[in-house]
């Protein structure tokens, strides 16, 4: 069975320090992983999609993605107290279902 | 920009009771997604939704389970029986294309009694 994991379960930055996020998975089968995040009580906003090696940049969002080993990451530049938010790393898994990690919970420190 | 919504965000039943969950997609999107997430668990993928069919499920969506979109209204999921397991957060989901990133709506809190 295809899992997702995720590390560290929470982190605390202070704002405008780089706060890197990461998440491995299981077999390196799939061709699309997504970053998404969820303020408490709110739905999942996607930040990033990537399908290849290297590097994707949305704003203030950057994902590595590495096939090889296994691991993508979350990279977010200066990030604000408003940022503070549970992030998910979620897994292409066939043609319809993401495989979503259990999530960092990002504080963000004023 | 453009949202799914989920009515109503809270619901509570009695166990063995019937329910449904509405959502409402993004109006020109054609894929259809419904996952669950227990309270301090993993989100779990449940359903996908296309052109009036399932075309995968997972094997948390129990024969209790159906889904629809009548003419093109309300995605919805109803649970016949309900069951005290069935508590969770339910989110909908929607995308334009295949493999295109959903986007999801702000979830059904589900309570069973």
């Known amino acids: 069975q295809q899992k997702v994991q995720q590390s560290p379960e929470s982190l605390t930055v202070s704002e405008g320090a ?10 390196g089968t799939s061709d699309n992983f997504r970053w998404y995040r969820q303020h408490s009580g709110k739905g999942l906003e996607v930040l990033v999609s990537i399908f290849s090696d290297g590097e994707k940049e949305e704003g203030r969002f950057t994902a590595h993605l590495n096939r090889a080993s296994l691991h993508v ?3 977010i530049r200066e990030p604000q107290p408003s ?8 897994m292409g898994s066939g043609s319809w279902q993401l495989i979503f990690g259990s999530g960092t919970q990002l504080t963000v420190m004023p | ?10 619901q509570i039943i009695d166990m063995g009771q019937m329910v449904t969950l509405n959502c409402d997609p993004v109006s020109n999107h054609l894929y259809f997604y419904w996952y669950k997430q227990i309270l301090g668990q993993q989100m779990e993928f449940l359903v996908n939704f296309y052109n009036g069919k399932v075309m995968e499920k997972s094997k948390l969506f129990k024969d209790q389970f159906s889904v629809e979109r009548p003419d093109g209204s309300y995605f919805t999921l109803k ?3 309900t069951a005290l397991e069935d508590s969770a957060v339910y989110f909908c989901a929607s995308s334009l294309r295949q493999g295109q990133a959903p986007l999801f709506g702000e979830g059904t809190r589900l309570s069973v009694l």
């Open chain 2, 1 to 10: 920009g453009p949202k799914v919504l989920q009515i109503p965000s809270h």
């Open chain 1, 83 to 90: 940022d503070s938010a549970v992030y998910l790393c979620a």
């Open chain 2, 79 to 81: 649970i016949q029986p």
């Open chain 1, 73 to 75: 990451s979350l990279h």
């Open chain 1, 18 to 27: 780089m706060a890197s996020l990461n998440c491995t998975f299981s077999d």
